[in-house]
């Protein structure tokens, strides 16, 4: 399973791929607004990082950036989809799963720019993703758990029909907006291929307090113990 960032912060990148090291970073305008910074510059200095660290390519470390969300006509979204693209080789386009949405997908990705269909809910709507051929796939975990449905089956569903029909790895499978370790290992049973979370969640799914506690026995050995 892979990791991607749910940031579009320089320093929560930087941390999640040292400590961590996650594969990608998705971005959506909720991420840039909380980065502090316009638009253009946030991305751009997301680009100029992934050259820093030599990690250009869409296969070694892919970045989703999320088009305008008032665009809602195929033309447009593809449009603004191109210019996007052409800031950075890493970048991902998210565009929603509305049905010029889906359009513009496929267009996108008979050009070589590729997409992450975002804002899924359903395994319909995932199929969508599967028959355009975009990169990644984006199902929502917490938006619906907050609302109280499980997400276990509904993963699981996706991935089935994946493999159903050839999609499974050619579409990879981004469980978005993860909120907890358990959800992770869900999303990791299901076989889905990435999870993309905030950088506190990543934090939480290595802590555990038979850890701390076993930690603190050693600890405590090692300095009444004669060296």
Not at 112 to 125: A, E, Y
């Amino acid at each position: 399973m892979k990791f991607f960032l749910d940031s579009a912060k320089l320093n929560e990148i930087e941390t999640a791929w040292e400590t961590f090291g996650i594969d990608g970073v998705t971005t959506n305008p909720r991420h840039i607004q909380n980065s502090g910074k316009p638009f253009l510059t946030a991305i751009n200095d997301i680009a100029a990082w992934i050259r820093e660290k030599g990690l250009d390519g869409k296969d070694v470390f892919p970045v989703s950036v999320e088009i305008n969300p008032h665009l809602t006509d195929a033309q447009e979204i593809a449009e603004a989809a191109r210019r996007i693209a052409d800031i950075s080789p890493n970048f991902v386009i998210k565009v929603p799963c509305i049905p010029s949405g889906a359009a513009a997908a496929r267009v996108l990705e008979k050009e070589g720019i590729r997409t992450n269909l975002t804002l899924v809910f359903s395994p319909s709507q995932a199929i969508l993703a599967g028959r355009a051929g975009c990169l990644f796939v984006s199902p929502f975990i917490g938006w619906k758990e907050d609302n109280g449905e499980d997400c276990r089956q509904y993963m699981q569903d996706i991935v089935t029909i994946y493999k159903n029909y050839g999609w499974y790895g050619k579409t990879q499978i981004i469980a978005a907006a993860v909120r907890s370790p358990k959800q992770i290992v869900d999303c990791a049973v299901s076989g889905v291929d990435i999870v993309t979370a905030g950088l506190p969640i990543f934090q939480a799914a290595v802590n555990h307090a038979y850890t701390r506690q076993g930690m603190d026995t050693f600890t405590d050995a090692w300095d009444h113990t004669a060296q």
